[in-house]
């Protein structure tokens, strides 16, 4: 980035350089920030946050599932994210909110107090690789999702993106774009970072909530394909379905479909053909061009 946007924190607009926590605060130091994720689209010079309120609805879920309470509600957050699009300009891009607690930890565990939120903008760039579509390979990770017990993955939580971390590296390190993972029951779960989908004999299958995050373009995608006439089954697949799969693709907010070309030594039609009218009909909807999924998109500026 070049000239670095304004970043709101706390309720004012604060140079980027100045949005800082102490390394020993409670988010840092303990990894209990919380996060959310939405891509800002643009049509006639205007500026739409793609289901901005089903990421802030997520967010507040997210602090209630962990026992926190934001210092803003959800309204509030709104009205901020809009008024930064609005001040750095951004048109095609990621809004990033992040709440934590700012204050030092180090001896007590538990804070009462509500959560600070930060909210940025980061334009679209070659490096952020928003909507890019190239074909990828991946592999299954050598590690697996966190239990549900352990954590609630249904938390979009900074620490359980250690898993993430983990997973991606592996991947990336045996030469695979991506890994995806297996639960701790032995079915298949999701990416890092992302919902993974597969294509049997014409039918979409993509594993059920409960043990992964609720992909807010997962539901559009589930939504969309259903509108159009395409059979989903949100199930249980087992490592032998990803094997049999006749196609493959992964989602999350930044890239809407990504087609997988070749999973472990196996090559893919990438796209196939049900991939295919998927990434036809998301191209559409994110254009803005089709009216049933209008109140998707929230106008920011
Ligand atoms: C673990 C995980 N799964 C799935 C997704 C996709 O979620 P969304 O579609 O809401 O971006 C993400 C990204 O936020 C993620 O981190």
Not at 51 to 59: G, S, V
Not at 72 to 81: D, G, L, M, P, Q
Not at 185 to 205: C, P, Q, T, Y
Not at 277 to 291: F, H, Q, S, T, Y
């Amino acid at each position: 980035m070049n000239s670095k946007p304004v970043v709101w924190m706390n309720d004012e607009f604060i140079p980027w350089e100045n949005a800082q926590v102490p390394i020993l605060s409670h988010g840092l130091s303990r990894g209990s920030a919380i996060f959310e994720v939405f891509g800002t689209h643009t049509r006639d010079g205007q500026t739409f946050g793609f289901r901005m309120d089903a990421h802030l609805r997520r967010l507040e879920r997210t602090a209630d599932l962990l026992g926190m309470e934001l210092k803003f509600s959800s309204e509030e957050i709104a009205a901020a994210v809009a008024g930064l699009v609005d001040r750095n300009k951004c048109g095609r891009g990621i809004v990033k909110i992040v709440a934590f607690w700012g204050e030092e930890a180090v001896i007590n565990l538990i804070l009462e107090s509500k959560l600070d939120v930060a909210v940025f903008t980061i334009p679209a760039s070659e490096e952020l690789g928003l909507d890019k579509d190239a074909a990828i390979s991946a592999c299954f990770s050598q590690w697996r999702k966190l239990h549900p017990e352990t954590v609630p993955v249904q938390a979009k939580a900074c620490a359980n993106y250690l898993n993430s971390y983990l997973i991606k590296k592996d991947a990336i390190t045996r030469g695979y774009d991506l890994g995806l993972t297996l639960g701790t029951d032995g079915f298949l779960a999701e990416g890092a970072i992302e919902s993974v989908f597969m294509v049997k004999d014409g039918i979409l299958k993509t594993p059920p909530l409960g043990r992964i995050l609720a992909s807010i373009t997962r539901d559009s995608i589930v939504r969309v394909a259903q509108d159009n006439g395409l059979i989903v089954r949100e199930i249980p697949l087992q490592k032998q379905d990803v094997y049999e799969a006749d196609e493959m693709f992964t989602c999350h907010t930044g890239i809407k479909v990504l087609p997988i070309r070749q999973f472990e030594d196996r090559d893919l039609k990438a796209p196939g053909p049900v991939t295919e009218k998927i990434c036809r009909l998301m191209e559409n909807v994110m254009a803005l061009g089709d009216p049933r999924y209008a109140d998707w998109f929230q106008k920011l500026s």
